[in-house]
């Protein structure tokens, strides 16, 4: 069973930049793959970047395009989702997961088995 633990949200002014860590234990991160989401209060959770395991990337929100990076360190079992020029609109909790049921990307929540708690990202002045 894996556990994933995400890290690196916090308080952060406009223009900002932040990386997310996505640490997971119980088996090999570079087996499946890793989804990057997102929730407002009183929102749907929407996909925001996904990494396969063969190290391909997705990018799900147009709003984030060019702003933000993922990437996975396979020593460390860990993926991180990097964002660059935050903006207020990007204020939400991030949560992490993984789909052990396959090896590429999706953009729905319904496709991915194991989730962290999350960690709150909050861009304002």
Not at 5 to 30: F, K, M, N
């Amino acid at each position: 069973q894996l556990q994933i633990v995400e890290s690196g949200g916090g308080l952060v002014q406009p223009g900002g930049s932040l990386r997310l860590s996505c640490a997971v234990t119980g088996d090999r991160v570079d087996y499946y793959a890793t989804g990057w989401f997102r929730q407002v209060p009183g929102k749907a959770r929407e996909g925001v970047s996904c990494i396969a395991s063969n190290g391909d990337t997705r990018d799900y929100v147009d709003s984030m395009k060019g702003r933000f990076t993922i990437s996975r360190d396979n020593a460390k079992n860990t993926v991180y989702l990097e964002i660059n020029s935050l903006k207020p609109e990007d204020t939400a909790v991030y949560s992490c997961a993984v789909a052990i049921r396959a090896l590429v990307c999706s953009s729905s929540e319904k496709f991915y088995d194991y989730w962290g708690q999350g960690t709150q990202v909050t861009v304002s002045s």
